[in-house]
Each structure stands twice: as structure tokens, then as C-alpha cells.
């Protein structure tokens, strides 16, 4: 709660997630300050594999249709590859989808965890990985009384910076104002700045610009003089 999260870094936390994409993985291991042991698609057959189906083709019809056709397909090049004519699994797993479900073992330090609920509660976060964030919160809560109290920590970034929420994105859910919103001035100073360094104005157009945006707006009545 003070913000000092150093002596977080002295509890680990171990997860074992079964039923996830390959593509949600993907995205997983970019926490880099963790460890990772993920089912192996080299030494395991992955004959009849699950799959991961996005609920915007779950709920079109045709798109299901041929989403299941695909993987079908998948699957019987796979075993056709691997059982019929010997190709090796390591090699045989290449036509494998991004949709196939894995598992992998996850171990995290405290800080580390907070990070990755940071970003991959927010809303903008891809659905399958933050509805897995919302379990894995739910497991710590649930484990005892003193990680339920942790685990209030864990919340999207834009609730992370205490008494001040606000949003970083660019797409925002609404939730909380943007960032510009918040410290209006200093972003449009930042952005003044950084248009004066493109040498597209000349000191008096700076000046000008500078009075227009910060000096009217305040109630000053004067009027800019080219000096």
C-alpha cells in the first residue's frame, strides 16, 4: 500500500493453468520475470488436440461451422503426417493452430504479479488472458486470509497509482479519465514542446501558440504583443 514493492519480490507464486490457447501463451511468456514449464508439442502427440473457440465465432453460426471444419482438418493433417507417414512430432506440429490448448506452469514473484494484473486486468487486455488474470486473482484470494489481503493489489493499471486513478490507453473504457485529462496543462505544454522541435514554427508562432493555450484560457484580458 505504501508503494514500496521490493519485499514482494520474496514470495513466489506457482499456478498450474490447463486449457488455454496457444496464442494466450504466446502473450504470457512477455512477462519476462518469470519462470515457465509448458507442455511440450516435440515430445508430446497432439493427436485429437482441444482448441480454444473466440466467443465472436462461437456466436456466428457460420463462422463456427467453418472454424470446426478447419481444425478438423488440422487434426487430420497432423495425424496423417505424424502416424501415417512418419514425419517426427517435432516437425508434424507446424500445421498446429494457435487455437490449441496447452498447459503450462507459471511461477511469478509478488512484484511481478502485480505487474501482470496491472496490465492484463484492464479492459483493453486481449479476453482470454484476462478472463484467465481473473482466476488466477480469484485462486490467490481464496488461498488464505493473508493473500486474499495481497491480492487487493492486484487490480488494471489505471487503478494502480493510489487516490489518482486514471488511464494510460488510447482506447480508454471510460472507467477513469485519461491521463491528458488529468494533467491537462502539462500534456499540452509536452506537446507544444515536441512541435517546436519539428521546426515547423518560428519563436513568435511559439509564442503566440503558447499565450492562445495557456494565457486566454485563464482569464486574462491582454492582448499578445509581437515584441
Known sequence: KSGHTSVTEFCDFTFHIEGISRALSHQLVRHRLASYAQRSQRYCVEDDFGYVIPHSIKNNPDALKMYKNIMESLAEGYHALHSNLGIPAEDARYILPNACETTIEVKMNGRALIH??????????????????MMMKKC????????????????????????????????????????????????????????????????IDLAQKFWDTFVKPKGYNGKFKEQ
Open 116 to 133: 501482470f494484473f496491472n496490465e492484463r486486468l484492464c479492459t483493453r487486455a486481449q479476453w482470454e488472458i484476462r478472463q484467465m488474470a
Open 140 to 203: 490467490v484470494e481464496e488461498h488464505d486470509e493473508q493473500c486474499a489481503e495481497f491480492a487487493k493489489l492486484f487490480v488494471p493499471k489505471c487503478e494502480a497509482h493510489l487516490g489518482t486513478p486514471f488511464c494510460t490507453e488510447h482506447s480508454t473504457c471510460g472507467r477513469h479519465p485519461l491521463l491528458k485529462d488529468i494533467y491537462g496543462d502539462y500534456t499540452k505544454l509536452q506537446d507544444l514542446i515536441d512541435e517546436s522541435k519539428n521546426g515547423d514554427m518560428t519563436d
